[in-house]
Each structure stands twice: as structure tokens, then as C-alpha cells.
């Protein structure tokens, strides 16, 4: 079992600039990945970035160009840089280990 604790969230004006972190409790073998999920209220949870053992990530279309996904080196975190933020960025964002284990959640929220 691997614990994940994510922090960074918080309250941002549209624009604004967020990185959330997501640190795991023991190193990660073997391939894996990494990612960040988010569930606005009333919708279904949605993937935002992914990130595998290789280094290749991968964006949904909404946040392309917008998001960048990055772990270190010592396996135990994943980051989340997210710039120009918008309303609709507004969710709790969650962090994964290949959709297995999940962390609790960290609310980002994007209004003025």
C-alpha cells in the first residue's frame, strides 16, 4: 500500500498560477504512473495529466499548454504546475499511482 498526500491547492483569481505536490510515502519500483485527476461538483472525476515511470506525460485538451506534469527523481512525488488558471479549472484535484492508490484530494478554486 502507498499513502499520497497532496497540498498546494487553494484560492487563485483567474490568471493566477498554482502547483500543487503530491508526495508518496515509500519510493515507487517498477514502472508506474503518476497522475493528477480533478471532479468539479456534479461531474464525474476527469484526467489532467499523466506522468509514467519513463517521463512521458500526457494533458487532456482543457489544460494543454496550460498544465505541466513533473516528478523527481527519487520517485516519491508528482507536481503539478498550473498557470493562467480559469473558473472552469475550479475542482478538488486528486493524485494517483496508477489508478490504485489515491490521495484525499486538494480543492483548487478559480474566481475573482
Known amino acids: 500500500q502507498v499513502g499520497l498526500v497532496e497540498s498546494g491547492g487553494g484560492l487563485v483569481q483567474p490568471g493566477g498560477s498554482l502547483r500543487l505536490s503530491c508526495a508518496a510515502s515509500r519510493t515507487i519500483v517498477g514502472f508506474y504512473v503518476m497522475g493528477w485527476y480533478r471532479q468539479a461538483p456534479g461531474k464525474q472525476r476527469e484526467l489532467v495529466a499523466t506522468?509514467?515511470?519513463?517521463?512521458?506525460?500526457n494533458y487532456s485538451d482543457s489544460v494543454k499548454g496550460r498544465f505541466t506534469i513533473s516528478r523527481d527523481n527519487a520517485r516519491t512525488a508528482v507536481y503539478l504546475q498550473m498557470n493562467s488558471l480559469k473558473p472552469e479549472d475550479t475542482a478538488v484535484y486528486y493524485c494517483?499511482?496508477?489508478?490504485?492508490?489515491w490521495g484525499q484530494g486538494t480543492q483548487v478554486t478559480v474566481s475573482s
Open positions: 494517483t499511482i496508477n489508478n490504485i492508490h
Open positions: 506522468i509514467s515511470s519513463g517521463g512521458s506525460p
